[in-house]
């Protein structure tokens, strides 16, 4: 495997390893020793909306995978392979070459599908699992989703207004990442410019507000980076992920925590509250932001996953 360079803000290292399909991907892992961790992360999403993974002294051994052709990783030749079950073998993959036996697995947004996929077909593998921002299938909710419309609506018109979302995807991710791509940078340079000048940034700001915009920014810019074309292919082909039923979802015994957004409006928080009902050892927990949980409450999610890693029997290095 060759070391590839990493992105920035990203901490840790990158390197290049083989899918179980030959696929060359790219793995972050932040190097560290620790409770083993993987991330899960939603599509075109990195390692940088994950701040308190970073570091030689975070208590975690973190890795995690960039998916089928974004973040340097390769498209596979059957270009077909890029739904949820590619994904959950892509995850076991990347614990191999992490060398972990178990870990605590962490999902995201679409990253949940695939974690809760990849803890079916190996679950002596997945020691937890903590849920965020998304459910066991692939598809969201892009329509209204607040009593007394969500029950109104069908899940197969959720599933056609999820394709629309992805084919717009094509047209308008390119332009709002240009901005997106753009304005963050003026922020950054500003706090650059305080450091310089020899002024404390983290002084001027003792609550810490900055440092999630910080975060937001650096995610921002990588999101920007990716095929449009391709990353609505990838959209589209999670969207066809069925959830597993009730009893396969009972059958997880590991323990679970899942987190709602009291605003996601792509994963409400029923949405969330179904899927914890559905898991036999489970912490549900809700927090008073959006779908972009991780970029909002680090914090607290640190604390989740602390506490998760204790009732997996891994403990807190």
Do not use: K
């Not at 989703?145 to 109104?152: H, R, S, T, V, W």
């Amino acid at each position: 495997m060759s070391a590839a360079e990493g992105d920035e803000g990203d901490g840790g290292f990158v390197e290049d390893m083989p899918a179980a399909d030959g696929t060359r991907l790219r793995r972050w892992d932040n190097g560290a020793a620790g409770v083993p961790v993987v991330l899960s992360n939603g599509l075109g999403a990195s390692a940088a909306a994950w701040p308190f993974l970073h570091g030689e002294h975070c208590g975690y051994h973190a890795t995690t995978w960039y998916h089928r052709g974004l973040g340097g990783s390769a498209r596979p030749d059957d270009e077909s392979r890029i739904g949820v079950g590619a994904h959950a073998d892509d995850l076991i993959a990347t614990m191999d070459a992490a060398s972990m036996e178990r870990a605590v697995v962490v999902g995201w947004s679409v990253g949940v599908a695939v974690a809760i996929e990849a803890a079916r077909r190996a679950p002596e593998r997945v020691a937890g699992l903590l849920a965020l921002g998304g459910v066991a299938t692939g598809v969201f909710r892009v329509l209204p989703a607040f009593p007394p419309l969500a029950d109104q609506v069908p899940e197969g018109v959720h599933r056609r207004a999820a394709r629309i979302g992805g084919w717009l995807l094509r047209v308008v991710g390119p332009p709002v990442a240009g901005v997106i791509h753009m304005l963050p940078r003026s922020m950054d340079a500003s706090r650059d410019a305080l450091e310089r000048a020899g002024m404390d940034a983290a002084a001027l700001d003792p609550t810490g507000a900055t440092a999630p915009m910080v975060t937001l920014a650096e995610v921002a810019r990588q999101f920007a980076r990716h095929d449009w074309t391709w990353f609505s292919r990838m959209v589209l082909a999670a969207a066809e992920h069925d959830a597993p039923d009730d009893d396969a979802l009972a059958a997880l015994r590991m323990p679970a925590t899942v987190v709602a957004g009291d605003y996601d409006t792509l994963a409400p928080p029923a949405d969330m509250a179904a899927l914890a009902a559905a898991l036999p050892d489970v912490r549900l927990v809700r927090l008073p932001g959006s779908h972009f949980l991780p970029l909002q409450f680090p914090d607290a999610l640190a604390g989740e996953l602390a506490a998760l890693a204790q009732r997996a029997g891994l403990g807190q290095a």
